[in-house]
């Protein structure tokens, strides 16, 4: 049973935008804290952002302004918009759900790749 769902991942031109789209369980969505986090090629994986089920947001220190995450609580959604992408972003980016509880709900990643 598919419990965390993403979208919106592609290829995408250096400079442009792109918004995630990551879909999940009224219970989940509603009771725990999501996020997204993302790997790249040789590298482990970190946390992007994240936001708790009141909307609360966090961002690591060294995320530099350029992704905002947000959520649709209507649609049991939560978006990652990155703009002015650069390649270092290239990687797959995961959505999570259950964060702060014992267990976490891992999506099954969407690619982004930003050309130069």
């Known amino acids: 049973q598919v419990q965390v769902m993403e979208s919106g991942g592609g290829l995408v031109q250096a400079g442009g935008s792109l918004r995630l789209s990551c879909t999940t369980s009224?219970?989940?969505?509603?009771?725990?804290?999501m996020g997204w986090f993302r790997q790249a090629p040789g590298k482990s994986r970190e946390l992007v952002a994240s936001?708790?089920?009141?909307?609360?947001?966090n961002y690591p220190d060294f995320m530099e302004g350029r992704f905002t995450i947000s959520r649709d609580t209507a649609k049991t959604t939560v978006y990652l918009q990155i703009d002015n992408l650069e390649p270092e972003d290239t990687a797959i980016y995961y959505c999570?759900?259950?964060?702060?509880?014992?267990?976490?709900?891992w999506g099954q990643g969407t690619q982004v790749t930003v050309s130069t």
């Open positions: 936001i708790g089920p009141s909307g609360g947001t």
């Open positions: 009224e219970r989940i969505f509603s009771t725990t804290g």
């Open positions: 999570a759900g259950g964060l702060g509880t014992p267990k976490q709900f």
